[in-house]
T-cell receptor
Framework: AQSVTQPDIHITVSEGASLELRCNYSYGATPYLFWYVQSPGQGLQLLLKYFSGDTLVQGIKGFEAEFKRSQSSFNLRKPSVHWSDAAEYFCAVGAPGGNFNKFYFGSGTKLNVKP | DTGVSQDPRHKITKRGQNVTFRCDPISEHNRLYWYRQTLGQGPEFLTYFQNEAQLEKSRLLSDRFSAERPKGSFSTLEIQRTEQGDSAMYLC??????????FGQGTRLTVV
């Protein structure tokens, strides 16, 4: 069965510092991987996705993520964090068979940004 | 394009009452998804529609839950005889086929 683990519940970084949010997945085949962001009281916004090809994917708002099959990881990174990046971030695996939007989400990482 | 719209945004109900939520997807989107998100957790898949057909239901969707999408446009999610464990954020998403899904802002249900 598909599952996603985000080991860090909370992370605090200073504004301008780099960021890496961890995501590990359990999946039997080539996964479809996603990162979403959720601001308080809001829905989810897609940051980036990986289906195949180049393992380093670029997303919106300056985020990128790297797919590492050998480590079953899809970590999210940003070189310089802005105060507006404070939010909750969810990693997700899309279901097989082409219905990618049936997601299995991790439990999320809440990002705080210190001024 | 106003995005995915959910109504109401907040609902407080007494245990045992029935509640109904509505989701209006982006107009040309043929797929519609319902998710439930409890505090401190990621969203969990409940069900999805392709046009008016409900193609999949999670085991999380007990007999007290029913979802419909008449005419393949808006969708409703009804919970009968609500329980405190039903308190959660209910998220709706829509997509055009397997393209990117867009989420609504959710309906937060509190059962007292």
């Amino acid at each position: 069965a598909q599952s996603v683990t985000q080991p860090d519940i909370h992370i605090t970084v200073s504004e301008g510092a780099s960021l890496e949010l961890r995501c590990n997945y359990s999946y039997g085949a080539t996964p479809y991987l996603f990162w979403y962001v959720q601001s308080p009281g809001q829905g989810l916004q897609l940051l980036l996705k990986y289906f195949s090809g180049d393992t380093l994917v670029q997303g919106i708002k300056g985020f990128e993520a790297e797919f590492k099959r050998s480590q079953s990881s899809f970590n999210l990174r940003k070189p310089s964090v802005h105060w507006s990046d404070a939010a909750e971030y969810f990693c997700a695996v899309g279901a097989p068979g082409g219905n990618f939007n049936k997601f299995y989400f991790g439990s999320g990482t809440k990002l705080n940004v210190k001024p | 394009d106003t995005g995915v719209s959910q109504d109401p945004r907040h609902k407080i109900t007494k245990r045992g009452q029935n509640v109904t939520f509505r989701c209006d997807p982006i107009s040309e989107h043929n797929r519609l998804y319902w998710y439930r998100q409890t505090l401190g957790q990621g969203p969990e898949f409940l069900t999805y529609f392709q046009n008016e057909a409900q193609l999949e239901k999670s085991r999380l969707l007990s007999d007290r839950f029913s979802a419909e999408r008449p005419k393949g446009s808006f969708s409703t999610l009804e919970i009968q005889r609500t329980e405190q464990g039903d308190s959660a954020m209910y998220l709706c998403a829509s997509s055009l086929g397997t393209a990117e899904a867009f989420f609504g802002q959710g309906t937060r249900l509190t059962v007292v």
